[in-house]
């Protein structure tokens, strides 16, 4: 078990850029989440995978975000069109079943800086 | 809608006891979980509770009441490792409050 992994760790783009972020989940897991957190808050909900399948999504996220889980393992979050307000740290994490009482598994987050 | 309040901060000694507090308002409720923060790195798991009553796991416990929409955590014989930020979420589409910063001083 290498617990959930998320690739990169830093990205640093200018205003305008399409980014695309990587997580692949502890492999037996399947559900998949993604948060996004700013200093002093606490993660914010994204949305979320059972399995292949897109079971929710925020109404905060705007039409520029995307996520995908094609296979249902690995899963990408892709912003286009970057502003300065996306800085934040993107978190991605894993559960085992589809179960409430199923804690998540978080990776290290990839670190979003806009210019 | 979802609304998670606990307090920003918080301060305590070592080997003493703290409670951080949380309440919640949802539309729906499948469980209340518990994470720990340190700076710069992932939440952890803490503590799930579902139904009313206290949950206890070593030093850490968590209560919670669902007529209240009330929950805390309990930290007994504290530590310098548990300066943290500490984290109430709900289950139900996963709602996560903005974190209590515990600091622990000697």
């Known amino acids: 078990d290498t617990g959930v992994s998320q690739n990169p760790r830093h990205k640093i783009t200018k205003r305008g850029q399409n980014v695309t972020f990587r997580c692949d989940p502890i492999s037996e897991h399947n559900r998949l989440y993604w948060y996004r957190q700013t200093l002093g808050q606490g993660p914010e909900f994204l949305t979320y995978f059972q399995n292949e399948a897109q079971l929710e999504k925020s109404r905060l996220l705007s039409d520029r975000f995307s996520a995908e889980r094609p296979k249902g393992s690995f899963s990408t979050l892709e912003i286009q069109r970057t502003e300065q307000g996306d800085s934040a740290m993107y978190l991605c994490?894993?559960?085992?079943?589809?179960?409430?009482?199923?804690?998540?598994?978080f990776g290290d987050g990839t670190r979003l800086s806009i210019l | 809608g979802q609304n998670i309040d606990q307090p920003t901060e918080m301060t305590a000694t070592e080997g003493a006891i703290v409670q951080i507090n949380c309440t919640y308002q949802?539309?729906?409720?499948?469980?209340l979980f518990w994470y720990q923060q340190h700076a710069g790195e992932a939440p952890t798991f803490l503590s799930y509770?579902?139904?009313?009553g206290l949950e206890e796991k070593g030093r850490f416990s968590s209560f919670l009441s669902r007529s209240k929409g009330y929950s805390y955590l309990l930290l007994k014989e504290l530590q310098m490792k548990d300066s943290a930020s500490y984290l109430c979420a709900t289950s139900y589409i996963p709602t996560f409050g903005r974190g209590t910063s515990l600091i622990v001083h000697p």
């Open positions: 509770n579902v139904l009313d």
């Open positions: 949802t539309s729906g409720f499948n469980g």
């Open positions: 994490a894993s559960s085992l079943g589809a179960g409430a009482q199923e804690p998540q598994h």
